[in-house]
């Protein structure tokens, strides 16, 4: 039996239906791509680790001189809002904030607020077990701590992703790793320190949980890492909201360690998501 349960967005301070959530043609982020934006998922109905992503969202919100036209708490009660009309306990939610609907097309104006909220698919068990494969590139994001809409790189790399049969790129400067499109970069070196970058990229929420749950058992560091460091190390992952931490066995056709996803990483993903649970209950 088809479900007739509405899929709600939040514009232009009204929950409208998903299909009716537009913005006009003059909005800057049509015209030049300007905007933020942050991503959070509910899990059992319970939004995880909501106040760091707000307060990341508000921080890129300030980088790019857009002021946010709810307060924190508004915007809490709005999500919750958001949440109990959806009615999807295993989903994601997108808080977008444009320039705005611009007089002459590069000027900002007032900002609109979207947010979305939409089913969510994770890496299978499958893909933790086999790991996946990765490219590396030559680009640096401008504006590294701010959760901008430009992933025009990314996209653009999409088609030599697919070519060279990989699932993800690298992104690099002069040799110096720096994050994915979407997700941040962890290694073990061989004498088992975890590393990841630490210039240069966005300060994922994920990174942030990883780094303390390491930190209780590994020596960790942030700092420069090299694709000399990759080719040197035991482990390598991806952390993000949707793919957790998720094991890299290969970065541009060559081996990371012996090619199977390491034992540190797959601790890492299980003490992960042990917290996610206790997340649920808080």
């Known amino acids: 039996m088809l479900s007739d349960h509405k899929n709600y967005a939040y514009l232009h301070g009204e ?4 299909e009716n959530a537009y913005l006009h043609v003059s909005d800057l982020s049509i015209q030049r791509g300007y905007g933020i934006f942050d991503f959070f998922k509910v899990q059992e109905g319970a939004p995880l680790f909501l106040e760091h992503y707000i307060s990341r969202f508000f921080q890129s919100a300030q980088l790019m001189g857009l002021p946010v036209p709810l307060s924190e708490e508004q915007l809490k009660a709005t999500l919750a809002e958001l949440l109990q009309r959806n009615k999807l306990p295993n989903s994601g939610v997108k808080m977008i904030l444009t320039g705005g609907y611009s007089a ?21 068990q499958e893909q933790v077990a086999r790991g996946i494969k990765i490219i590396t590139h030559e680009y640096v994001r401008e504006l ?30 002069g040799g110096v790793v720096t994050e994915f499109p979407r997700s941040n970069f962890f290694l073990l070196t061989q004498d088992n320190v975890l590393v990841t970058p630490a210039q240069e990229v966005l300060l994922g929420v994920t990174r942030r949980n990883v780094l303390e749950l390491a930190r209780q058992q590994y020596q960790v560091q942030e700092r420069a890492v090299t694709l000399e460091d990759i080719a040197q190390a035991r482990e390598a992952f991806m952390t993000s909201t949707t793919k957790r931490v998720l094991p890299i066995v290969e970065v541009d056709g060559k081996p990371v360690h012996d090619g199977k996803p390491g034992p540190v990483t797959l601790q890492l993903l299980k003490q992960l998501l042990e917290l996610e649970q206790r997340q649920q209950t808080v």
Do not use: C, W
């Open 15 to 18: 929950f409208v239906p998903l």
């Open 104 to 124: 002459n097309g590069y000027d900002p104006a007032a900002p609109n607020l979207l947010i979305t909220q939409q089913a969510l698919t994770l890496p299978t």
């Open 144 to 173: 590294p701590l701010a959760k901008t809409i430009n992933y025009s790189m990314g996209i653009r790399l999409l088609q030599e992703v697919k070519a060279r049969q990989a699932d993800d790129v690298l992104y690099h400067h």
